[in-house]
């Protein structure tokens, strides 16, 4: 198993910059994706960024050109760097990972960290 602890959120401008950090309780090495989510108040959970074992990222749409996303395996930690923030982009930010345990796979997830983007 894994704890996954994010950190970086906060109260940020339109347009301002901030980094989220996902710190893991174990090697990352093997763990692959390692994604970001994001849920607003009265929406569905969506997927933000995934990153691959090998260090492949995919983004949703909404954020594609703003946001990178990245792992630092020697430090157990992946980042989402979040650019040119929106309003929309407020919600609470989670950390995911699907880690294979003998045959089985489980789904670990953060506390969240909130994100709010505010003039």
């Known amino acids: 198993q894994v704890q996954l602890v994010e950190s970086g959120g906060g109260l940020v401008q339109p347009g301002g910059s901030l980094r989220l950090s996902c710190a893991a309780s174990r090697s990352i090495f093997s763990i692959d994706p390692m994604t970001w989510y994001r849920q607003a108040p009265g929406k569905l959970r969506e997927l933000v960024a995934a990153?691959?074992?090998?260090?492949?990222?995919n983004y949703a749409d909404s954020v594609k050109g703003r946001f990178t996303i990245s792992r630092d395996n020697a430090k157990n930690t992946v980042y989402l760097q979040m650019n040119s923030l929106k309003p929309e982009d407020t919600a609470v930010y989670y950390c995911?990972?699907?880690?294979?345990?003998?045959?089985?796979?489980?789904?670990?997830w953060g506390q969240g960290t909130q994100v709010t983007v505010s003039s």
């Open positions: 995911n990972a699907v880690v294979a345990e003998g045959s089985r796979s489980y789904d670990y």
């Open positions: 990153i691959t074992s090998g260090g492949a990222a």
